[in-house]
């Protein structure tokens, strides 16, 4: 089962904070994708939580 993840990231750039989804079956796996998508930047990951309770089933 996957969950969508929220991650709170901050750029060490430019000082702004901003969200991206993640529909991984751990935190984890959600910060590991997180670091693929962003990896041009300089970023720092505040927090990672679930956005949903209910689990969904992988496709």
């Known amino acids: 089962m996957v969950k969508d993840w929220v991650v709170v990231f901050q750029s060490l750039n430019t000082g702004k904070v901003n969200i ?3 529909t991984e079956n751990s935190e984890s ?6 670091w693929a998508c962003y990896r041009h930047g300089d970023y720092r990951i ?3 939580v ?5 689990e969904k089933p992988e496709v």
């Not at 796996?29 to 997180?34: E, G, P, Y």
């Not at 679930?50 to 209910?54: D, G, M, P, W």
Request: hydrophobic share 65%; charged share 10%; proline share 0%.
């Open 46 to 48: 505040l927090t990672v």
């Open 20 to 22: 991206d989804t993640f």
């Open 50 to 54: 679930a956005l949903t309770v209910v």
């Open 29 to 34: 796996a959600a910060r590991s994708a997180f």
